[in-house]
């Protein structure tokens, strides 16, 4: 893909592609060192006394920053390789990168994600599904029903496709030929061994995106960094079921709850958890009735573009 130097800097600089000895920036310590766009310009090109002084930064971080960069060979490298497998990267400064996400989660957002499929779909209305692992076979209609409901609406399912509710949402999305995207905990490489994933992914029917490296495993950390792109690439969330004060489930909700990354809304009926009430307390939708969609329409930042920041799918192995 056609690829500026800005965008390629922004790689080097949180690259999580290639092991180069040197910890590589989160999206957060790039948002503070460097502060514009602009300030990306040229700084591949010089030695650690510029960037110190380009940057207005300690000469730790200008070493730093000038071993990320001088990667330069090796990430492009690996980066033909994966788009050879079907899967790209897109930074910040890429068009097609998910236009939500930026706008809700500010400066948590990842500076860089690996994607595969139609990653177009990030950028269109979405509902997250989410929920507990162990779940009943009410919850499990639920999940169903409302992953039906947005295909029929014209939204797409998003969901973390972990065990239980996420890739019950997942199955039904794909089932009514909806727009599937999946947030996964481990790296891109990792879930793709999956058959069913990968099959989707060929057929065009899901989108996948991860800001982890392609081999990432599954950690507590990933499982709460993941949280945060379901909920900030859909225009609502529902929670179908989640225990209260502990879980992944509950984490993922309060923090957005607290933090404002999008729209919660929260089953109240069959199936749902002891915490789903208490989410509620915490300024989520309740959702009593199925058959009653008002908590599904669409906000203004479904409406987001890449206006502010400017920021072809071969086959996944």
């Not at 990320?68 to 990430?75: D, G, K, T």
């Not at 910040?92 to 994600?113: I, M, N, Y």
């Not at 729209?263 to 009926?269: H, L, Y």
Request: aromatic share 6%.
């Amino acid at each position: 893909m056609n690829r500026s130097v800005e965008s390629f800097t922004l790689a080097l600089l949180t690259n999580r592609i290639v092991d180069i000895g040197t910890k590589p920036m989160t999206a957060r310590e790039f948002f503070k060192t460097f502060g514009s766009v602009n300030n990306l310009v040229g700084v591949a090109d010089m030695d650690v006394s510029q960037i110190s002084a380009h940057l207005l930064c300690t000469q730790e971080v200008a070493i730093r920053v000038h071993s990320l960069v001088a990667a330069s060979r090796a990430l492009a490298f690996e980066l033909e390789r994966l788009e050879e497998a079907g899967i790209r990267l897109l930074t910040l400064l890429d068009d097609e990168f998910p236009h939500g996400l930026r706008s809700r989660l500010g400066d948590q957002c990842p500076a860089t994600l690996l994607v595969a499929g139609p990653v177009e779909w990030l950028s269109l209305p979405n509902v997250g599904i989410v929920g507990s692992r162990g779940m009943t076979e009410e919850a499990a209609n639920v999940a169903r029903h409302v992953a039906q409901t947005a295909c029929r609406a014209d939204f797409g399912v998003s969901s973390g496709l972990a065990k239980g509710v996420d890739q019950m949402a997942m199955a039904a999305g794909l089932e009514h030929q909806g727009r599937v995207c999946g947030i996964p905990t481990e790296g891109i490489r990792v879930i793709a061994r999956r058959t069913d994933i990968r099959s989707a992914v060929h057929d065009g029917a899901l989108a996948l995106a991860s800001p982890f490296g392609p081999d990432a495993p599954f950690s507590v950390g990933n499982a709460m960094a993941r949280n945060k792109l379901v909920y900030g690439s859909s225009d609502v969330t529902v929670v179908v079921a989640s225990d209260e004060g502990t879980g992944g489930t509950w984490a993922g909700a309060t923090e957005a709850l607290e933090r404002g990354y999008g729209r919660v809304a929260v089953w109240m009926g069959l199936g749902a958890g002891r915490g789903n009430a208490a989410l509620v307390e915490k300024g989520a939708i309740a959702i009593t009735d199925l058959d009653d969609t008002s908590w599904l329409s669409p906000s203004p930042e479904s409406q987001l573009t890449s206006a502010t920041w400017n920021f072809e799918t071969p086959r996944l192995f």
